[in-house]
DNA sequence: TAGAATGGCTACTGGTGAGTATGGTCCACC
DNA sequence: GGTGGACCATACTCACCAGTAGCCATTCTA
């Protein structure tokens, strides 16, 4: 195995992406005698995931990074040893949540169904968070073999676990026969997709959006005589701000106002 | 309206990705007093696709499309404007595909569902073609407000149309009720993202794998106690050279190993 | 209080790549 | 047999940016 391995910061921390969302650069308070080097080197990370979100990778500059942390390039490079770096460690923030939705569910005595559900819940709210674009289009090319590597591992981690959770599915009967693999293609790339259309201004959440795809998935597009249009599993999305009447088509009863959780 | 809206070379043509795939560089031929413009221009156009997708937008320069055609950059200059240019007739090659799979499902008088099933055939194909991934990754951020403005109302045109066919499915009962918007951007999202996977040495075409997520999106998860397992709809997708019987559905083929390429 | 970390800055280097100035060659047509 | 234009190459310019050298200030430690 090679000798030297990215280095992931602090790979055991509880996740970068769950902790509090604080814009303000740490270095003024860093002026208060409050000095966390780990800190600082997460909002750099941060700062990092949020210029490649919002300007993409290569039009990113680290002077870029540096300016919105007040700070000067070279300060940026005290805290991480490179660019591709910085973008391997803003892939691993956001896909570390992915795989702890994966531990989480493992121990449920649920059917599978309801375990895939749970999964793709936390994925779709992983993928729509600051790190999301950086953990969908992290790519080969611009990644050092090295990295490459690495995330293509853990990406197949992903793949396979939802593999596993429809196959489970299959055999418990939650879950109607399917090709496992396409399967999970289709669902994660629709989920995936979501980091290139979502903006946090957007009215729903991550998970929000998440859960209209299950409900998609769940039900299919072939019109099920055995399901009502009452049935809460194919309500509309629920819209917080603009158009408020969503009509979605059929009777009006779809509506059902979804309960606004939160 | 802006004056210097980007020309599109040819706008009219009958489609750059629909022509024949000669790799040669059609600069030997040139030397055998054949000379075209127009085809030289798409060679170009197709190699800059061929290098973007194999190594990414950012990571492609000019230097690279013109030795992949045996020539130079100023020679590559002398049929494009710039490099953003070509980011752009790529995408319009790649999307036009598309509107073509809109404008002919137009005039059927089959269900709606079924409409948006052929048009979803040829969305893969598309993605999957060599233009796919310029198509679904041109960034706004690499372009100029003026290309990617084009960009996006062309994308918008697409998704209103999925829309469209899934509210005229939902009325004419041939789709289950459902949130349009939220539907269309799984569909969508599902197929877009075979480009980032995609590789042509895979063993199924675009169209193919356009089939096995119809199936999955046409069928759902839930289980469906009206339909077998014999249905075709849920048939495993078929391979072409490995186990090259298509051997459709039942029992043991939902494990179906789903032969780990590579 | 020396001196060692620590944390940060100014000011650079070196490479890369988009885009161009200029000029040569071949052909068509007069 | 010369003229103009289409086509292409050599050989640049210029800007940007990743990454670094070296220095300064502050704080911690012995």
């Given at each position: 195995?090679?000798?030297?391995r990215?280095?992931?910061?602090?790979?055991?921390?509880?996740?970068?992406?769950a902790?509090?969302n604080?814009?303000?650069?740490?270095?003024r308070a860093?002026?208060?005698?409050?000095?966390?080097?780990?800190?600082?080197?997460?909002?750099?990370?941060?700062?990092a995931?949020?210029?490649?979100?919002?300007?993409?990778?290569h039009?990113?500059?680290?002077?870029?990074i540096?300016?919105?942390?007040?700070?000067?390039?070279p300060?940026?490079?005290?805290?991480?040893?490179n660019?591709?770096?910085?973008l391997?460690?803003?892939?691993?923030?956001?896909?570390?949540?992915?795989?702890?939705a994966?531990?989480d569910?493992?121990?449920?005595?649920t059917?599978?169904?309801?375990?895939?559900?749970?999964?793709?819940?936390?994925?779709?709210?992983?993928?729509?968070?600051?790190?999301?674009?950086c953990?969908v289009?992290?790519?080969d090319q611009?990644?050092?073999?090295?990295?490459?590597?690495?995330?293509?591992?853990?990406?197949?981690?992903?793949?396979?676990?939802?593999r596993?959770?429809l196959?489970?599915?299959?055999?418990?009967?939650?879950?109607?026969?399917?090709?496992?693999?396409?399967?999970?293609?289709?669902?994660?790339?629709a989920l995936?997709?979501i980091?290139?259309?979502?903006?946090?201004?957007?009215s729903?959440?991550?998970?929000?959006?998440?859960?209209?795809?299950?409900a998609?998935?769940?039900?299919?597009?072939r019109?099920?005589?055995?399901i009502?249009?009452?049935?809460p599993?194919?309500?509309?999305v629920?819209?917080?701000?603009?158009?408020?009447?969503?009509?979605?088509?059929?009777?009006?009863?779809?509506?059902?106002?979804?309960?606004?959780?939160?």
């Amino acid at each position: 195995m090679p000798s030297n391995r990215p280095k992931t910061g602090s790979p055991q921390a509880p996740s970068l992406a769950a902790r509090e969302n604080s814009a303000a650069s740490p270095w003024r308070a860093s002026r208060e005698r409050l000095r966390d080097r780990e800190v600082k080197r997460e909002a750099v990370i941060r700062a990092a995931a949020r210029a490649f979100n919002r300007k993409g990778y290569h039009n990113t500059s680290l002077d870029d990074i540096a300016a919105a942390l007040e700070v000067t390039k070279p300060t940026v490079y005290y805290y991480v040893s490179n660019k591709e770096q910085l973008l391997f460690e803003c892939f691993v923030a956001g896909i570390e949540e992915i795989r702890a939705a994966f531990r989480d569910t493992r121990s449920l005595a649920t059917p599978a169904r309801e375990r895939l559900q749970a999964v793709l819940r936390h994925y779709g709210a992983a993928v729509a968070s600051e790190f999301g674009w950086c953990m969908v289009r992290a790519e080969d090319q611009d990644l050092s073999p090295d990295m490459s590597a690495h995330i293509k591992a853990m990406k197949s981690e992903i793949d396979q676990g939802i593999r596993r959770l429809l196959r489970e599915g299959i055999e418990d009967g939650s879950i109607h026969p399917c090709d496992p693999k396409m399967t999970a293609f289709a669902l994660a790339g629709a989920l995936n997709w979501i980091a290139h259309w979502y903006r946090e201004s957007q009215s729903m959440t991550g998970a929000e959006i998440a859960e209209a795809f299950i409900a998609v998935f769940d039900i299919g597009l072939r019109p099920r005589p055995e399901i009502s249009n009452e049935d809460p599993t194919c309500r509309p999305v629920r819209r917080q701000s603009k158009s408020s009447s969503s009509r979605p088509g059929a009777r009006r009863s779809a509506r059902s106002k979804a309960p606004s959780r939160r």
